[in-house]
């Protein structure tokens, strides 16, 4: 088991690809921190699995979110190892100066300050614990943008800078960030994207995609488990595609 002894928080784990994180990192031996703003997903998925995995109710807009996440950890089951920094919205297909502020707000809080908060919260601890390791999911977006995703992708693209900027500066401290970028996954947040469930629109989408399908929260699991193990230890500050060949 790739995660055996190893213990890990991961945001936005009560759907969607965080959930394959969650039921991979359980397989693979992790203790998990499931936090979810949406405590009835988290509680479901953590029933599921068993006693490897306890939900918390968080906002990751929110500092305190991850400081509560990581006290958990500690009277649970210990030093936290690993942050999966999941949670995220989308944004519907919009010209770029029709979208409002609200959204824009949206989309830095919980896409973008997410990894801050993370960051502020678990590096101190990881640097006194000389071990640690966080992965940001952020997507295809960031890197090879379409039209009328703009800010949604911008705040990608922040987050694989935040990614190599990151894992620069705290190397030295043992610790590795890294992240993945998914394609359009089959999750509830897909919707979002195309503005409701086309048929059409899916098929448009999956026909951009090599590989011929859209990803899954099991692909995102797989990915996430190999760069969070220490298989991966010579790895920092990758955005690794799972893109089934869209962006080559
Ligand atoms: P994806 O396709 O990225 O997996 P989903 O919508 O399926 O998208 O899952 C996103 C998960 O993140 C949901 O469980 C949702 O409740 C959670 N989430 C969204 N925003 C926040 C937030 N601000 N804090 C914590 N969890 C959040």
Redesign the pocket.
Known sequence: MRLSGKTAIV??G?????EGIVRKFAVEGAKVIL????MA?ARRVADEIGESVVAIE????RLQSFEAALDLSKSRFGAVDILVNN???GQSPTPLEDVSEELFDRLAA?NMRSIFNGARALVPHFKETGRGNILNVASTGGISPRPNLTWYNASKGWAIAATRGMAVELAPFGIRVNAINPVA?D???LSTFIGGDSDEIRARIVGTIPLGRLSTPADMGNAAAFLCSDEASMITGVDLLVDGGKCI
Request: proline share 4%.
């Open positions: 945001t936005g009560g759907s969607g690809f965080g936090m979810d703003r949406d997903a968080g906002d990751v807009s949670a995220g919205v919980v996954g999750t509830p947040l």
